[in-house]
Every structure is written in C-alpha cells, then in structure tokens.
C-alpha cells in the first residue's frame, strides 16, 4: 500500500480535537469565565468537509454560528508530550471552523449535558489545503479572519491565545495519546455569529491561504415507508 500522505490528514479517519474558551474576547462575548485549563470537545471524522461541498446546517438549530481557528496537524504521535518537545510534532497547520448550533449549545450547558449535537455533527468541520509547518515560521502570530456575504466578521490574531500550541499539545497528550494525522482546532476570536442558507463564509490566513464554503438546509431525512422508501 502506498505510504499515506498528510497532506490529506482529513482523510485519515482520526481524531479532531478542539479547545474552546481559549481567547479571553470571545470567551466574554459568551458571557463565559475565562478558563484556567483548556476546555476541551472532541468532532468525529464525519465532521470534516472540503471547498467545493456545502457546509450543512443541521434540521435542529435556528443560530448555526461559524468560528474561525487555526488547527494544527499533528505529524507525529506521542503521549506525555514535554512542552519543549510539542512543536517537533507538528506537521503542519489548516485554517478550520468550528461550526456550532448555538443554540443547541446554550440549551446543552443549562442542562449540564455535553456538547455534541452542538458541534460534532456533519460538516462541523470544514478545513483549507494542508499548510506546511515551513509556510507558518511562528504559529503564535498567525493573523486570522472570516466574512460572511463580503462582510467581515472576525478578526483576530493566535497572540491573543490564552492557551499556546505547544501548551496545548503537551495538557492534551498526557490524557489523549496524539496520532500522525489529528488535528487539534485551537478556539475562536471573538465576532462570531449566525449564518443561514445560501450565506457565503470565506475565511484566510493573512498571506497563508483562503477557502470558501457555502451553507445548505441539511435535506429532510426520507421516511422509511414514505415516498416510495422502503
Ligand atoms: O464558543 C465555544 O463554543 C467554545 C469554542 O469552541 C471556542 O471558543 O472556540
Ligand atoms: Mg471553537
């Protein structure tokens, strides 16, 4: 079998994991404490979409809300990762969204209950082009930005981090083993808001990449029995 290409991490099937709360603006935008520790959630795979397919916005929410990230590629595993050793094993980097039924979300903290019917659902997840670690010589001053329609949303710079990458990967992998392929979504900066049908995202790195989504009404699921299936 061919060696596997990271360049197509989202093909892998591996583990997405996103840390929330971890810029103080967006963290007060939601009227949320500013977090001691990471606050972390996990996305399956089935989150991941590509430019050219629509990001769906699920049948269950009425405030979808896009928030743009760095993630980072993991290209080497490992448990216990020391700080000092965290950026040896980046691979590279994507530009993501971490979309989210807010709405859902709100309802999922008053309850107590966990986030996934809020972020882990199909789609949840859409990325760029892999980004070669050598085309972000310093991940702490990555300047990040999202338009909706034209219109920008969000604005930020990874300097503002509460929470620095190689922090990151070293809190993570003492509790979750880090596999060649995960990326870890790095939280928001704070603007985000909410989108609709037919709404055009479009989100870069300043001088690294863009990308382009659509969104589209999930379509009704068929009726066992109704129309004709069976
Ligand atoms: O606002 C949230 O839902 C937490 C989060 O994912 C982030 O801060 O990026
Ligand atoms: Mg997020």
Redo the contacts with the bound molecule.
Sequence with gaps: MAARNISRFWEWGRKII??????AD??KE?K?AIPTEP?L?LKPPSAYVREGSPILVPLYTSNL?H?V?LGVVIGKGGTSIQQSDAMDHVAGYALCL?M?A?DI?DECKSKGLP?TM??AFNTSCPVSEFIPKESIPDPSKVKLWLKVNDQLKQSGCTSQMIFSIPYLISYISDFITLEEGDLI?T??PKG?SAVQEHDELQAGIENVVTMTFQDQSEPPQPVPGQSGVT
């Design positions: 996103c840390v929330g709360r971890n810029y967006h963290a939601l949320n606050v959630f809300h928030e990230e971490d989210t807010r979300q986030w809020a972020k979504l939280g928001t985000v």
